[in-house]
T-cell receptor, first 115, second 113 residues
Framework: ETGVTQTPRHLVMGMTNKKSLKCEQH?????MYWYKQSAKKPLELMFV???????ENNSVPSRFSPECPNSSHLFLHLHTLQPEDSALYLC??????????????FGPGTRLTVT | QQPVQSPQAVILREGEDAVINCSSS?????VHWYRQKHGEAPVFLMI?????EQKGHDKISASFNEKKQQSSLYLTASQLSYSGTYFC??????????????FGTGTKLQVIP
């Protein structure tokens, strides 16, 4: 596998379910990001992890819980979601350091539908 | 606050040129440009660092005027493969570290034969 991978690619879940999204990067990057992309809305940054430490939480509801066990893996744990949470969830990664700024590499996304 | 892009959508015939603008209400240190094709992930095009600097990517180039807090993306002699949604992104803060990027609303570009 190369680049940034995400699983699953599609997910349908009920409002009372608990599920997790997984992201893996094979690029040797130190920063990883979760974005939400809704129809007719810009990409919204949700979380940033830099060297496994969460550095940004963009006022995201607590029903979204990120986890970054190492620099290559990022998870987004979902529970008791609302229908308005239906969206494309994109993971990205980048280098991190003083020689930046650096471009971000995006995964293909997980299309989430909350019923 | 997110940058504002214009136009929101544009349709071109192959070979025509287009300009996409990105404006910010905040001071800019750099501007990122990405393209997202339908059903695919956004793909990096370029980062502009200095005021007035132009960078190129094939027949796609961009300029950055930090005084005006604006960037423009120029697509020359458009090809069918240029179709997609173009996003500008404005990072918070200056260089280095990770990039907390705020993306614009996007410009949907369609190139037709």
């Amino acid at each position: 596998e190369t680049g940034v991978t995400q699983t699953p690619r599609h997910l349908v879940m009920g409002m009372t379910n608990k599920k997790s999204l997984k992201c893996e990067q094979h690029l040797g990057h130190n920063a990883m990001y979760w974005y939400k992309q809704s129809a007719k809305k810009p990409l919204e940054l949700m979380f940033v992890y830099n060297f496994k430490e969460q550095t940004e939480n963009n006022s995201v509801p607590s029903r979204f819980s990120p986890e970054c066990p190492n620099s290559s893996h990022l998870f987004l744990h979902l529970h008791t979601l609302q229908p308005e949470d239906s969206a494309l969830y994109l993971c990205a990664s980048s280098h991190s350091g003083l020689a930046g700024p650096y471009e971000q590499y995006f995964g293909p996304g997980t299309r989430l539908t909350v019923t | 606050q997110q940058p504002v892009q214009s136009p929101q959508a544009v349709i071109l015939r192959e070979g025509e040129d287009a300009v996409i603008n990105c404006s910010s209400s905040k001071a800019l240190y750099s501007v990122h440009w990405y393209r997202q094709k339908h059903g695919e992930a956004p793909v990096f095009l370029m980062i502009l660092l200095k005021g007035g600097e132009q960078k190129g990517h094939d027949k796609i180039s961009a300029s950055f005027n930090e005084k005006k807090q604006q960037s423009s993306l120029y697509l020359t002699a458009s090809q069918l493969s240029y179709s997609g949604t173009y996003f500008c992104g404005t990072p918070k803060g200056s260089f280095g570290g990770y990039q907390k990027v705020t993306f614009g609303t996007g410009t949907k570009l369609q190139v037709i034969p």
